[in-house]
């Protein structure tokens, strides 16, 4: 696990290349502080940069930028293809001779064999680049799903990539022009989804896609995989599905899940895993304790407030498997010391609060081990987010109930604060939610959507087009197309949106920044593509049934763990952010949102952040998140923005 950057400058001096990328390389120590390495050819411009997480072949051999045998392959790799071993032996059956025990080595061996099609005998998670000295290209690829970051720029001759942002603010030709656009998506959803970034003429490499650059400057992206392509099956083929019983579904299920978990606990460093005591975390723990007689070492974070804390389920779990159990319960004070630290982390607005957790979570893991197995992934692909069902079944009651246009008109017609006030003076047994106008907004932008496509969409954002524009910005072209599939039912639609967009760009930036940010490398057992692509093709009926989420996950974890410690409410997996924001967190919301300071930079709106911030800490049901979005903007903004 690793850090990479790099840059092809076309135009511009060749002078002082090194030291450029050096100081690019530099700014991602965090990610890689076991050793660095750096190539340049100033002939024609090119310079890679490597910071090394020591995981496979601790040796100076796996030191990166690596070549091949006559120095016209040039790789520097950030990730780990698991089933390595297995890609040797066959290129050793070619002639190909190796010097090192690294996975590298590896992928550069394969890339000179198959090219980039190599891609596809991968397991595992990467961000890589290569340089042909022979054709002069300059080749990115990042893994299917999107666990590993991978960033790139262009403009005026000069071509960057890094796997964090934070390194083109070293080179000298960096424009950082912000993306209002992008700033947009962020605060529509709280992230800035693939392909944008913060700064116009930087972009994510999607995920599942390789780009070229070539001498001539043609840059050129290709998708090499989609998840959406495993939600095509025709009515036979669900037929065929439907006809198999639940346990003989489990039990093939439960022979992936356990290969495809066994290969992530290849290492030459200790390994443990983050513990929830929830479905995906506990099946993990379960089926990879079962193959080991000694005990696997588990952490888990909790909290002192009750509605967040999960840590006493994760620690029953534990004492039942039989794992080596470590836990820390987070403070106020803790989140405080974590937050000025956000904005280094996570080097574009991000706007996710469990990344707070996710970090102190990563710190102490890594005081026992070098890597840790998490168990991201089992909510988008076996339906386990409450909104899935609750969406769902909600649009199809829209659609089903009688009067269901005139209801519809109804609801639109009204005007939120009439409706609010409506809502406060009822007296039936309703749930007083502190935030109804705000949800009420909501539901009349879902049912004012023109399709299911656009319902999910809007379900899924917080800031409404009004109020961005009174936030001073318009409302994006976003991500809801790359689930454009009129043969999904909703909830596979949901799901599929989710894989391509939510988990990538936010949960997965979140897992990836907390956890190199304390040098740990993290891995995620359910994200192998021979799991999503058996878990997508498999009908919803297997994933949710009865009012029961991850019904065939459950099927599988029940034969290991008790069905008392796994069967509760859900908790999503956050801090409490809406009590400490009213507390000790309220000193940092007027230092960086009050009106004189954000009218001086002349990006937002002074006003309408002056009023929105008087209506929460006035408990005139303002989303906490909303708040945080705005703070965790505003204290990038001074980091990198300046």
């Known amino acids: 696990m690793c850090r990479i950057t790099g840059f092809l400058d076309f135009k511009g001096s060749r002078s002082g290349m090194e030291n450029i990328i050096a100081s690019m390389r530099d700014t991602m ?28 072949d601790l040796s100076v051999k796996g030191r990166q930028p690596m070549c091949n045998e006559d120095e016209s392959l040039w790789i520097a790799y950030n990730g780990e293809v698991y089933n390595f071993c297995e890609i040797r032996d066959e290129l050793a059956q070619n002639g190909h001779k190796f010097i090192s025990q690294s996975d590298t080595e590896v992928i550069l061996k394969a890339y000179e ?45 000069l071509f960057m990539f890094a796997s964090e942002l934070k390194a083109f603010h070293k080179h000298p030709r960096f424009q950082k022009e912000l993306d209002m656009a992008a700033l947009s998506l962020y605060f529509q959803y709280g992230y800035i989804t693939s392909p944008y970034s913060i700064f116009q003429y930087a972009r994510k490499l999607e995920p599942g896609h390789y780009l070229t650059i070539d001498k001539k400057e043609n840059i050129k992206t290709e998708k090499y995989w989609d998840a959406g392509n495993y ?48 479905v995906d975390s506990s099946l993990v723990t379960a089926l990879l304790q079962k193959e080991y007689s000694t005990p696997l070492r588990t952490f888990t974070i909790g909290f002192n407030e009750r509605d967040y804390n999960e840590a006493v389920w994760a620690k029953q779990v534990a004492a039942h498997l039989g794992t080596d ?17 956000l904005p280094e982390l996570y080097d574009e ?40 069902s609750a969406l769902g079944s909600s649009l199809k009651r829209i659609k089903t109930v009688p009067f269901a246009g005139l209801l519809s008109k109804i609801v639109m017609s009204i005007n939120p604060d009439t409706a609010s006030h409506i809502y406060d003076n009822l007296k039936i047994a309703l749930p007083k939610w502190t935030n109804f106008r705000e949800k009420y907004i909501k539901l009349q932008n879902v ?31 976003d991500h809801k197309f790359k689930a454009n599939n009129s043969e999904l039912d909703l909830m596979a639609k949901m799901m599929l949106l989710d894989i391509k967009s939510y988990m990538p760009d936010d949960i997965l930036v979140k897992v990836d920044r907390a956890t190199m940010g304390v040098a740990l490398e993290g891995r995620e057992p359910l994200l192998d593509n021979r799991i999503i692509e058996y878990a997508s093709r498999m009908p919803v009926e297997f994933k949710y049934r ?20 796994i069967d509760r409410p859900k908790q999503g997996f956050g801090i409490p952010v809406y009590d400490w924001l009213k507390k000790e967190l309220t000193p940092l919301f007027r230092e960086y949102l009050s009106y004189d300071r954000v009218r001086q930079e002349r990006i937002l709106n002074p006003e309408f952040v002056k009023n929105m911030l008087g209506a929460y800490l006035d408990n005139k049901g303002v989303s906490a998140h909303k708040l945080w979005f705005l703070l965790m903007f505003q204290m990038w903004r001074e980091r990198w923005a300046n």
């Open 546 to 565: 009865a009012g029961s989420s991850k019904h065939i996950l459950r099927k599988i974890l029940y034969k290991y763990v008790p069905q008392k410690l």
């Open 447 to 477: 049912i004012g959507s023109r399709n299911e496509l656009e319902q999910i969409d809007m379900a899924s954002k917080f800031y409404m087009s009004e109020e961005l524009r009174e936030l001073g910005l318009n409302e994006t072209m």
């Open 231 to 278: 939600y095509m099956q025709g009515s036979r083929e669900r037929e065929e599905w439907l006809k198999r019983s639940d346990y003989e579904v489990a039990d093939e299920l439960e022979t992936i899940l356990t290969e495809s978990f066994k290969l992530r606990m290849v290492s030459d460093v200790p390994v443990g895993m983050f513990l929830s005591g929830g």
């Open 29 to 56: 120590t965090s990610g890689g502080p076991d050793d660095a390495g750096l190539y340049c050819d100033v002939k024609v411009g090119i310079a890679l940069g490597h910071r090394r997480l020591s995981i496979l």
């Open 349 to 388: 607005p991000f706007g996710d609060s469990s990344a707070v957790p996710t970090y102190l979570l990563s710190n102490l893991t890594r005081q026992h081990v070098k890597v840790s197995l998490s168990a991201d992934g089992g909510d988008e692909l076996f339906c386990g987010y409450s909104k899935y």
């Open 325 to 341: 159990h470590t836990e820390l319960y987070c403070t106020p004070n803790d989140a405080f010391d974590i937050i000025p630290k």
């Open 113 to 157: 064999q198959w090219g980039i099609n190599a891609v596809h005998k991968f397991r595992g998670m990467w961000a890589f680049a290569v340089w042909d000295k022979r054709s002069e290209t300059l080749v990115l690829c990042r893994d299917r799903v999107g666990v590993k970051p991978l960033y790139w720029y262009y403009k005026d001759g």
